[in-house]
């Protein structure tokens, strides 16, 4: 069994920065593919990023790509967000997710298996 747990969230002003993390129970923690969703309020959660397991592939959203960094550190069982240049429309419950599978497609929520409870990011303008 895997419980992600995500911290990191807060409020920031528009242009600022966050990094969120992702502790995340089981073993092996390598063996996990991981990536980042998000929900706003009255939306449907939506991909933000992901992560193989060797870290060697890693996806984006377009709507984030050249502003967040996906990133793991599997020596410490944690996966990274780091998020630049925020805007006000990322402003969401920010999710972590994994799987042991090998996903079809790294975007879509169907492909993960364990969820954490969310991190709220806030950014004002």
């Known amino acids: 069994q895997v419980q992600p747990v995500e911290s990191g969230g807060g409020l920031v002003q528009a242009g600022g920065s966050l990094r969120l993390s992702c502790a995340a129970s089981?073993?092996?923690?390598?063996?996990?593919?991981m990536g980042w969703f998000r929900q706003a309020p009255g939306k449907e959660r939506e991909f933000v990023a992901a992560i193989n397991w060797s870290a060697g592939i890693t996806y984006s959203a377009d709507s984030v790509k050249g502003r967040f960094t996906i990133s793991r550190d599997n020596a410490k069982n944690t996966l990274y967000l780091q998020m630049n240049s925020l805007k006000p429309e990322d402003t969401a419950l920010y999710y972590c997710a994994a799987t042991y599978i090998s996903p079809r497609s790294y975007g879509s929520t169907q492909s993960y298996d364990y969820w954490g409870q969310g991190t709220q990011v806030t950014v004002s303008s």
């Open positions: 089981g073993r092996p923690f390598s063996s996990l593919t």
